[in-house]
C-alpha cells in the first residue's frame, strides 16, 4: 500500500506533468526541442526530474546541479539510430547521453549548470533535434551572432571603421534601417552593429504626405454613408 502511494505522488509531482497547485514550474524543468530547419512531424521534450538523494537539490560535489533527462519524443522517422548529447553552450564539453527513440526513454544524469541537449541520426550524424535548458535564458538569443563577431569584415581596421560609421549615421541611407542612437562612450559589439531586418523598412518622407488636419465632429443621419481612408500624414511635435 505505502508503495503504491509513492508511485502516486511520484507520478503527480512529475515536473512536465499538468500543472498542479504550488508545484514546480513547467518552463523550469521542461525543455521543448524544436527541430532542424527542414525537418516536420518530429518534436519532444525533455523533463528535468531530480536524481534520487538525501536532499531536495542534487548537485555534484563541486557544486553543480544534476538533471535526470527523461526524453519524450515523437515523429522520429524509422531506419535510423538516435543518440542524446549534452553539452555546455561554449561547446568545449560534450557529452553522450545514450540512444533514444520514439516514446520515454530516460538517460544518464546532466551535470552542467547550463546546457545545450542535442538529438543526433545515425550513423549520418544529422541532427534532427535541440533545445536549451532554462538555466540558459538569461543569455540573448542571438549569442551566436554576438560571440562570432564581425566575421564577415576584413580586418579588425575595417571592424572599427564599420563600428564608427554605424555610430555616426544613425539615421542610415535610403532604404536601410536606422542604427538606434547610443552614447558616445558606449562601445557595441560589432556582429550588433551589423545586424538589421531582412526587409525593407518603410520610411515615409515629408513631401510625400498631407499635413495633418485637426480631428472633427460629424453628425451622420439614418442612411448616410462615411467612408474612411486611412494614410500617411506627417505632423510636427513639440
Known sequence: MLTALLLVAAAV?????????????????????????????????????QPPGPFTIAVTVDGRSRYLPVFELTGLPPGHGYVAWAATPQM?????????????????????????????????GRYVLRGQSPSTRLFPPDLLEFSVGAMGAGGAG??????????????????????????PQLTMLPAE??????????LPSDSAAPPAHPSQRMQLHDGDTLRLAAGVVTRAFN
Open 13 to 49: 509531482q512529475r515536473p512536465c506533468e499538468p500543472q498542479a497547485p504550488l508545484g514546480p514550474s513547467h518552463d523550469l524543468y521542461c525543455i521543448e526541442l524544436v527541430p532542424t530547419p527542414g525537418l516536420t512531424g518530429v518534436s519532444g521534450r525533455v523533463e528535468l526530474s
Open 92 to 124: 568545449d564539453s560534450i557529452v553522450r547521453l545514450g540512444a533514444v527513440k520514439n516514446g520515454t526513454t530516460q538517460l544518464r544524469a546532466i551535470d552542467f549548470n547550463k546546457f545545450t541537449v542535442l538529438i543526433s541520426q545515425q550513423p549520418s
Open 193 to 202: 552593429m551589423r545586424l538589421r531586418p531582412e526587409v525593407t523598412p518603410f
Open 158 to 183: 575595417q571592424q572599427s571603421d564599420t563600428m564608427a560609421d554605424a555610430m555616426e549615421h544613425h539615421h542610415g541611407g535610403a532604404g536601410e534601417w536606422p542604427m538606434v542612437p547610443t552614447p
